[in-house]
């Protein structure tokens, strides 16, 4: 299973660079596309984590808070 996560994102890192790399666009729209796939991967992130059984408590680990 894990492997598949892996695969998955070597994929996305792969493809942003694949795209940073295009010589054909203009800096400033790969700057912006760029923020804007991080904001993304951000939020669906923090959903996850939010969405995750036990949270709180992967939270408080990595914070080394006391409950």
Known sequence: MGFYYLFLLVIGIVLIVIGALKKDVPRSVKI???LFVIGIGF??????????PGSSDVIAELLKWEE
Do not use: A
């Open 43 to 52: 939020i669906v992130m923090s959903l996850s984590l939010l969405l995750l």
């Open 32 to 34: 912006v596309i760029f």
